[in-house]
């Protein structure tokens, strides 16, 4: 495979795409030697085919906000790729978001996807509208005016999008709510929908739960336990909240957690009420974590990221790149023995190299954080039967899910040195099915 010659295209069609180039640069590098061993795999162009998305749609977002101004907007969805069933991906909302970090996301969740053995393609979207600091009236007008552009390009068999950063139940009902009045009809063409309405129980935990489980699955691997460890989580969101409630179920200590404004040190742990306490922090909506100290006496530190603190195990959960080579020094000169990506993309490659070079045990967001597009995929399931399976049915399922990505990791990614390159086993496995998918299906 000529890697280069592939990213220079790509870098030459869409200049400044960084995420986007970093998310396939990873792939690539890591799937070649697999690649080369299918000669059809070139000759149908695979790569070539897998890199771009199917489409892109960009629509323009007009809303009023309270005060009677009226706001613009911008609005995506990026349709990757769909030989294995129908496009799947959440929506993110946030300031930030542009082309490239959709690109990467949509990227990111063909692999993803087709790792939870379950038939969904890859896509993602969202806008940069920020709902932090908006009135529910103001949410609910934004995504009405979205769902007005979007809901041509969606469908419960054609593209199926969810939540992400800044699209929780709220955004998804709004959503859903304009998607069901234009459409008319009540199908499940989102997830992460309340419970009244066609969502799945353990949805809302599902990612955090779902990446303790993987991460479980790698310390036994390995001969050692969760039970009694200490860890550092990122963030202080939905995905962060179910982590830090599994980890402390399954015996583990938290002692992080984080926002834009810094870190929260709690060596007594962040277990019941305080676990909770995150999501009363998420709906004051100034974005920041510090009130906790006072709240709990714990330890604030500003403007800095939790990976400085000595912990046995590393959980990135709030957003791409949020570890990069100085984290992954600091946290390797304290001994950190595993590090699960819950967000997408959490570490840089640099810090990924430095963990690979160094054997620490290293997961993927694409494997780590599938748990929740998974329960989204049983959602969906449910949906197209008509029923709801209750919360100890879907946990089932779920484990049984990381399970099985954990293996299809550890049969492609295991060295001679029997060191397990979670990266490769991930991206190699989900690369297999898509690749047969599309070469099975010729050139379309
Ligand atoms: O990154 C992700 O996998 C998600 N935001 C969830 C996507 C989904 O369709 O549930």
């Not at 070139?42 to 890199?51: G, H």
């Not at 390009?153 to 929780?168: F, L, R, S």
């Not at 060596?267 to 999501?279: A, N, P, V, W």
């Not at 570490?347 to 290293?362: G, H, Q, R, S, V």
Request: proline letters at 4%; hydrophobic letters at 40%; one cysteine or more.
């Amino acid at each position: 495979m000529k890697i280069e010659q592939i990213i220079n295209t790509l870098e030459a069609r869409h200049p400044g795409e960084n995420e986007y180039l970093q998310a396939v640069r990873e792939v690539l590098v890591t799937i070649q030697d697999v690649y080369n061993e299918h000669p059809e795999f070139e000759k149908s162009q695979i790569i070539e085919r897998l890199v771009e998305p199917d489409r892109i749609f960009t629509f323009k977002v007009s809303w009023t906000d309270d005060r009677g101004n009226v706001q613009v907007n911008l609005g995506y969805r990026i349709q990757f790729n769909n030989a294995i069933g129908p496009y799947k991906g959440g929506l993110r909302f946030h300031p930030s978001v542009n082309p490239s970090i959709l690109k990467f996301l949509g990227f990111e969740q063909i692999f993803k996807n087709s790792l939870t053995t379950l038939p969904m393609g890859g896509a993602k979207g969202g806008s940069d509208f920020n709902p932090k600091g908006k009135s529910d009236a103001e949410v609910m007008r934004f995504c009405q005016a979205f769902m007005l552009e979007l809901w041509r390009y969606i469908g419960p068999e054609t593209d199926v999008p969810a939540g992400d950063i800044g699209v929780g139940g709220r955004e998804i009902a709004y959503l859903y709510g304009m998607y069901r009045k234009l459409a008319r009809e009540n199908t499940g063409v989102l997830t992460g929908k309340n419970m009244e309405f066609g969502g799945s129980l353990v949805r809302p935990e599902a990612t955090g739960f779902g990446g303790l489980y993987f991460v479980n699955q790698m310390l036994e691997t390995a001969g050692q336990s969760i039970k009694g460890k200490t860890i550092a989580i990122s963030g202080f969101g939905n995905v962060a909240w179910g982590a830090a409630l599994k980890a402390t179920e399954l015996g583990a200590k938290v002692v992080t957690i984080s926002g834009p404004d810094g870190y929260i040190y709690d060596e007594k742990g962040i277990s019941g009420e305080k676990i909770d306490y995150m999501l009363e922090l998420r709906a004051t909506c100034n974005d920041i974590v510090s009130p906790y100290a006072q709240e709990f006496g714990a330890v604030f530190v500003a403007g800095r990221r939790p990976w400085e603190v000595k912990v046995d195990i590393a959980l990135p959960c709030a957003t791409q790149n949020e570890l990069n080579g100085d984290d992954a020094r600091k946290l390797i000169e304290n001994g950190v023995m595993c590090v699960g990506e819950i967000s997408n993309m959490g570490c840089t490659p640099e810090a990924i190299d430095l963990f690979i070079e160094n054997k620490i045990m290293y997961g993927p967001g694409k494997a780590v954080n599938a748990g929740g597009v998974a329960t989204s995929g049983l959602e969906m399931t449910q949906n197209a039967m008509h029923l709801s399976w209750s919360a100890a049915e879907v946990d089932a399922k779920l484990q049984q899910i990381m399970h099985d990505i954990h293996e299809q990791c550890v049969r492609h990614g295991r060295q001679t040195d029997g060191y397990i390159n979670y990266m490769k086993g991930a991206n190699v496995a989900g690369f297999l099915k898509v690749a047969k998918a599309m070469l099975a299906q010729g050139i379309v």
